[in-house]
């Protein structure tokens, strides 16, 4: 039987990619193979951004780093090139990181860089 295509952040699929160069690898990952195709992406990483990086907060609709490097324009081309690739594979559904500046959809950092979520 063909598996469904399932986005997944790159993080949670234990690859280390995120901003310190550490994973969150989700433990149902082995039950989510056996069910899906997963296509696994980082955005960041696909905006060419490195491993580790400075991390990054929406600012005012821009991607900040807490140094002050606008990193906007990376965040953009990953997500456009994350949304191709996912196309691509046919997939409409996707397993992504929460609190992540590319990835989070209901919750990310306020922009104050303090650990305050939105």
Known sequence: MKKVPLVISACLAGRCC???GSSAPLS???ELD???ELIVLCPEQLGGL???RPSAE???GRVMTKEGSDVTDAFLKGASTALSLA???GC???LLMERSPSCGSTC???GTFSGTLV
């Open 34 to 36: 056996e069910v899906f």
């Open 18 to 20: 995120r901003y310190d």
């Open 58 to 60: 929406l600012v005012a």
């Open 50 to 52: 490195p491993t580790p």
């Open 108 to 110: 990310v950092y306020d």
């Open 92 to 94: 409409s559904i996707a």
């Open 28 to 30: 149902c990952l082995n």
């Open 87 to 89: 196309r691509v594979q």
